[in-house]
């Protein structure tokens, strides 16, 4: 069974850091694009970044462009998202995503809260 | 970017009756092999979304009979026949043609 249990979220203070982290277990984690994936509270969905299966290639959304940075360590199985420069808005709950696997997976999510 | 656009955004429902849902792209979402790269999702309160629907009409695991997915291109609808309590939810349909991936507003479901 494919699982993707995210850690790292928390309270941060407007213009912090964070680093999310995402742990993969029952596929392959090495062959498959990997995505992070926002909610803010009340809010819908919104993607924001993707990394290819051998991190040569990262995409990011727009409104994190030059903030935010995903990476992976396929020897550990794990997909990481570093957040700089945090703002108000980037409050949500965070998502590990892989849409490849059958069936695609969710993790439960991790809280970044960004307030003073 | 492809824009999704879903209707109605709120559907009040009682139980027993059918629903559905529509989800418009602002263009086609029918890739090389002939599949369409639309999916349905579910998000219960407090939970992470939920696949219901794989490639336009293709029903997930586990997921009961009721619900249904069709259409092609850029014109889909998601179909819950006999809506029960547990279908509560706001129901989100969902691009990966390309990046971004981008997901429509969400249409919140309840129990009237």
């Known amino acids: 069974e494919v699982q993707l249990v995210e850690s790292g979220g928390g309270l941060v203070l407007p213009g912090g850091s964070l680093r999310l982290s995402c742990a993969a277990s029952?596929?392959?984690?090495?062959?498959?694009?990997m995505h992070w994936v926002r909610q803010a509270p009340g809010k819908g969905l919104v993607w924001v970044s993707r990394?290819?299966?051998?991190?040569?290639?990262?995409t990011y959304a727009d409104s994190v462009k030059g903030r935010f940075t995903i990476s992976r360590d396929n020897a550990k199985n794990t997909l990481d998202l570093q957040m700089t420069s945090l703002r108000a808005e980037d409050t949500a709950v965070y998502y590990c995503v892989v849409l490849g696997t059958s069936p695609p997976a969710w993790g439960q999510g991790t809280l970044v809260t960004v307030s003073s | 970017d492809i824009v999704m656009t879903q209707s109605p955004l709120s559907l009040p429902v009682i139980p027993g009756e059918s629903a559905s849902i529509s989800c418009r792209s602002s263009?086609?979402?029918?890739?090389?092999?002939?599949?369409?790269?639309l999916f349905w999702y579910l998000q219960k309160p407090g939970q992470s979304p939920q696949l219901l629907i794989y490639?336009?009409?293709n029903r997930a695991s586990g997921v009961p009979d009721r619900f249904s997915g069709s259409g092609s291109g850029s014109d889909f609808t998601l179909k819950i026949s006999r809506v029960e309590a547990e279908d509560v939810g706001v129901y989100y349909c969902m691009q990966t043609l390309q990046t971004p991936i981008t997901f429509g507003q969400g249409t919140r479901l309840e129990i009237k």
């Open positions: 990394i290819h299966a051998d991190g040569s290639d990262t």
């Open positions: 029952g596929f392959t984690f090495s062959s498959y694009f």
């Open positions: 263009r086609s979402l029918l890739n090389s092999n002939g599949y369409n790269s």
């Open positions: 490639l336009g009409s």
